[in-house]
């Protein structure tokens, strides 16, 4: 008989509690500010200190969960795996790439960092410090270990879509009654930031939320789910055109397009990932006809590329919706130091809208590349697999290349972030070689 309480199993449960903790944290904290405030439970959000210190406890004990249970899964599953120790040093790829990275910042922090305080504890806003780093690592390890179990790896997902759908529709309710959502919403002057304090870390968050819906939209073959994922997949579509976050928009785009591109390559299920473009194109030209901002927005994209081609100076400050001028600066700082950097947090007096400029003036070009190994190892033992990885693996690897697309305009606000690395999660369960015990692909999708 099938053992039900095994230390494995305790783990990923252990690991499911500690996501949805996180998960759920948007609603615990609607709610309080309602409780508290008696207002908007999005107007009363507006407050710094209530925002990032109410993210901040749910994200670090989450954080310290999954990094010790994720470690000793892994642990356990490298020693009872009948591998050689050869391919289990392989199939751990991934996760010797995060340890590098890990490592290097560590080293980094305590021998260059010119504000080593800062860069080991952070600061509000942004959060970009070691120990935040370390809860990134427990959240991809909490990931990794919760996909043992097909039933309670469907029900983080499930919370994760549903809350994200029940927002967005708070979101655009709260301030525009009913209607608002077929005729008047993008009339107004409401920035959609539900419970983010500004209304692009919405947007990144969103770029999730619409690419797994759109996967499991095209995977799952039982119609009343189909319907649930459609739902959760126009409403968070729609809540994305009225957040107007021109970087997490275009990642949507381009990640459907690849995604349409790769189901022709690969001779897969074509279908829908052409209904799910055809909807979001849809849509986006529905909008249109309300307003005229995503007209303006590429507008605006195809005068900066202009801009950056014709190699204008005088006008490279003003791409990006003026984010060139702190990617010029962020260039600068990285050539003063490009090998060490200048230290995890150091960069407080604006936000450099680059995730990949971001880390290497942080920790210098080893760094960046150390940082960008994971993805580069994940993605080529998961194209390798491609054949046996399971559909929700598949699927979180498209939510990672589109975040990865948006990080080229994005900032890494913790509170977005984590959400990021919980998925990423996800994703390597495919490049683990079979290392984990990885549900049949049929059972997840």
């Known amino acids: 008989m099938k053992k039900v309480f095994n230390i494995d199993n305790i783990l990923s449960f252990i690991c499911t509690l500690s996501l949805l903790a996180w998960i759920l944290a948007p609603i615990m904290v609607m709610y ?31 954080g310290a969960v999954g990094l010790l249970a994720g470690l000793i899964y892994l642990i356990r599953r490298a020693i009872l795996s009948k591998m050689s120790g050869k391919e289990k040093m392989a199939a751990l790829a991934p996760i010797w790439a995060m340890l590098a990275f890990i490592i290097w910042c560590t080293i980094n922090t305590f021998c260059f960092a ?8 952070g600061q509000l806003v942004q959060m970009d410090c070691l120990l935040v780093y370390l809860c990134y690592g427990g959240m991809i390890l909490a990931g990794l270990t919760v996909t043992r179990n097909k ?31 077929f005729v ?27 690419v797994v819906s759109a996967y499991l939209l095209s995977y799952r073959s039982d119609w009343v789910e189909k319907m649930f994922y459609g739902f959760v997949y126009v409403i968070n579509v729609w809540t994305l055109i009225l957040n107007n976050t021109m970087g997490a928009y275009l990642a949507v785009l381009l990640t459907l397009i690849f995604a349409v591109i790769w189901s022709f390559i690969n001779k897969e299920e074509k279908k829908w990932p052409l209904i799910i473009l055809g909807i979001f194109v849809a849509i986006s030209i529905v909008s249109t006809f309300m307003s005229d901002s995503i007209v303006i927005n590429f507008a605006d994209m195809f005068s900066d590329i202009s801009t950056v081609i014709e190699m204008d100076d005088s006008e490279l400050e003003g791409i990006g919706s003026n984010r060139g001028e702190r990617w010029m600066k962020t260039i600068e700082r990285i050539k003063e130091k490009p090998l060490v950097g200048h230290g ?15 880390q290497a003036a942080y920790t210098g070009i080893p760094g960046l590349l150390l940082f960008l190994s994971i993805f580069v190892v994940g993605a080529t033992k998961l194209v390798k697999a491609r054949k046996t990885i399971t559909p929700l693996a598949r699927g979180a690897a498209f939510a990672v290349v589109a975040y990865l697309i948006s990080a080229f305009f994005g900032n890494t606000i913790f509170y977005t972030a984590t959400y990021f690395y ?24």
Request: glycine letters at 6%; one cysteine or more.
């Open 32 to 62: 309080r500010n309602f409780k508290t405030q008696g207002i908007s439970p999005f107007a009363a959000y507006k407050s710094m200190l209530t925002t990032y210190y109410g993210w901040l406890g749910f994200m670090m004990i989450a």
């Open 114 to 121: 010119e504000d080593q305080k800062l860069a080991i504890s």
């Open 151 to 181: 039933h309670l790896t469907m029900i983080v997902i499930w919370a994760f879509l549903a809350i994200s759908t029940f927002m967005a529709m708070m979101c655009i309710l709260d301030n525009d009654a009913a209607y608002s959502l």
């Open 184 to 210: 008047n919403s993008l009339t107004n002057t409401f920035h959609y930031e539900a419970v983010f304090y500004n209304t692009n870390h919405y947007g990144y968050y969103l770029t999730l939320i619409i």
């Open 344 to 358: 995890l947090q150091s960069i407080t007096e604006y936000t450099t809208h680059n995730i990949y400029l971001q």
């Open 422 to 445: 919980i998925i990423l999660g996800f994703c390597l369960t495919g490049a683990m070689d079979g290392l984990l015990v990885e549900t049949k692909k049929e059972d997840v999708s």
